[in-house]
């Protein structure tokens, strides 16, 4: 009982339900390595005892939360100052507050900031502790839009170098906003790659969310690249043609999209540009730059230095140099100061053409602008697991429990935020990780959002069906991130599909978070919020076995009519969402139309049942969806038409509430192929593919913007808001 008592104090939970109606109890050697992770010892019965006396010593006795939180309407729990204490505020302006004695509702009344309450008792105790002070929701987005989703690696014009860059993303958003009334461009995540060779390609594994990766970077738009002279110049030029051959291996030639190829060829150009001295004006930039990002991107671009002398991986690095703040860091540190400064100058560029990116969509007069995405975790041998190491539990990594779609569980092999040091930072870290982000968006996406509450911790060395439920303090982390939106003044949107715990929903859409909503899956299937959506956020997982199978909701091959989940009708989906027909793990529309996306599972082994079965139920769903679109009126071109179905299935969306409707760019060409297919690594090219029409031809920005097909479905959307 101590240890579950101990277990509940933590935050970790003793039991989960991995379908309805059922209890599975948390291993005790599992509540044991969770607890050491939060550096509480429960090995034995005497650990235990003096644990829970420590925390009642400790938390139990203190003053103050270890981060206070307050929002209009809202006042903090200050049940621990005895009567007679004082409370003083220091704003995050410079100025001070005196409270006098314990007011909660007088701490609503605060600016809204990130400021220090201090707490004096009669006695001679004092606390401080960080105050957050939120406004109660996000930003709502200005009306309704609708707008691509994209891949940005797989979106190839013929300028970029083998990979779709910000050239190409700030001429999408331009292009779309003025052609074709387009109100955002959502983006896979942007973040630093941990690098190669082989550097793992995809987005959702990145060495830091907190700066973006300059594999992005449009190098003729960078203006030192005018200056070339001389053997630069021609050396420029000779990388510029070899670029010129890679992008067309991949766009004639049937090639991959090679990433680290293109960083090679990238890389040593920005070496020549490294070496041009800035003017004034771009100096000056710079410096302010360097100034803003302060201690953060020094560290981000120290792990980059030294990483290209020991490798990628820290904890394989020399013991003097895994800890940042060590004597011996500090003098390679300085050792390495060109290098330091070459990486910090390329997340300065990043930095500019993202804003270049930014402004281009809004001058393109759209009202959102780029939806950049946050992957839910970081690599664990990355820049920020090295730069913040106390605020990551060691030893574990974050996933999913065992559920009715996968009954082994998953392993994302990324490591956790202790909630416990991020609340002792006054949540720091996360506050500068959205800041960053949210930089140059009009809205964020955030990948497995329930991760916000609970997420499933997974011990080093066991299967993910021997790890455990940790809550995060939902309060905190959702007005930290309401503040931050507000700031920026950007919308937010939750990829909250998947198995969601009740209250969850509800929760989101009150501090004004949208959620995801994708068409195939919007069924009533019980009005359960566990089961309002299928399992999809977890398909870049490398570890996550099942593939789209264990995305799918709970369905029964159907035995006649009416088998299945009734499908929700337009006016019952809920407005606060982005809405889409599919997402980057999932087929792609075509695919579900022609029956590609079966065949291309049955061929690598990754259909859940015997491929009879799955065909039938296929099909079975792809007549149910056509006959409720035949129903609705909604394809008067009858069935049996590829391109009149996608357009179909869009002009249900639009009869939807929704806030936004997002458009799969593949989907407006008729690309077959899904860019990630969950459950393989070797055998299908995630994260590697260019986008595509019917036939597997790459097609180049330039020729989506010429497409027929294209046109024909964004005109469907444009009018749907007329």
Known sequence: MGRARLARLHGIATSYAPSPGKSVQTADDTVVAVLAALGVDASTPHAVRTALAAYEDGAGRALLPRTVVARPDRPPDLTGPPEGTVLRVETEGGGTADLGAPDPAALTRLPLGIHVLEARTPGGRTARAPLIVAPDRVPAPPGRSHGFLVQLYSLLSRRSWGMGDLGDLADLAAWSGRALGTGFVQLNPLHAAVPGPPTDPSPYRPSSRRFPDPVHLRIEHIPE???????????????????????????????????????????????????????????????????????????????????????????????????????????????????????????????????????????????????????????????????????????????????????????????????DALAAAGYAPYRELLRGLLRHAGALRIDHVMGLFRLWWVPEGRPPTEGAYVRYDAEAMLSVLALEAQRAGAAVIGEDLGTVEPGVRDALAARGVLGTSVLWFERDYGGGERDAAPRAEAAEAAEAADGPGAARAPEVVPDGPGAAARILAPGEWRSGCLATVTTHDLPTTAARLTGADVALRERLGLLAGPPERERSRATY???????????????????????????????????????????????????????????????????????????????????LAASPRLHALMRELSDGYR
């Open 225 to 419: 690249y005018a200056d070339l002279a001389g053997t630069a110049r021609l050396r420029a030029d000779e990388l510029a043609a070899r670029a010129h051959a890679l992008r067309s291996e991949v766009l004639e030639g049937g090639a991959l999209i090679d990433r680290d190829a293109v960083w090679a060829l990238k890389r040593e150009a920005l070496e020549l540009l490294w070496a041009v001295p800035l003017s004034p004006g771009r100096r000056a930039a710079y410096c302010d730059f360097l100034a803003e990002q302060g201690q953060a991107l020094e560290d981000h671009a120290t792990w980059c230095a030294i990483a290209e002398r020991h490798g990628p991986d820290w904890r394989g690095w020399p013991d003097g140099l895994r800890d940042p703040r060590s004597p011996g860091t500090a003098r390679l540190r300085h050792r390495l100061l060109d290098r330091i400064d070459f990486h910090c100058r390329l997340a300065w560029l990043t930095d500019q053409q993202l804003a270049a990116a930014q402004r281009a969509a809004r001058d393109a007069g759209m009202a959102i602008g780029l939806v950049h995405d946050l992957a839910v975790g970081v690599h664990p041998s990355g820049a920020d697991t090295w730069a913040q190491q106390d605020a990551f539990a060691a030893g574990m990594s974050i996933g999913a429990p065992p559920d009715a779609f996968n009954a082994r569980g998953q392993d994302w092999g990324l490591p956790p935020w202790r909630p």
């Open 621 to 703: 769903e792809l007549a149910e969806w056509m006959g409720e679109l035949v129903r609705r009126g909604l394809l008067p071109e009858g069935q049996g038409d590829e391109e009149a179905a996608v357009k179909a299935v869009h002009r249900f969306l639009l009869r939807t509430p929704a806030r936004m409707v997002g458009v799969w760019l593949p989907d407006a060409v008729g690309d077959r192929r899904p860019q990630n297919l969950p459950g393989t690594w070797d055998e299908y090219p995630n994260w590697r593919l260019p986008i595509a029409g019917p036939d597997g031809r790459p097609h180049t920005l330039e020729e």
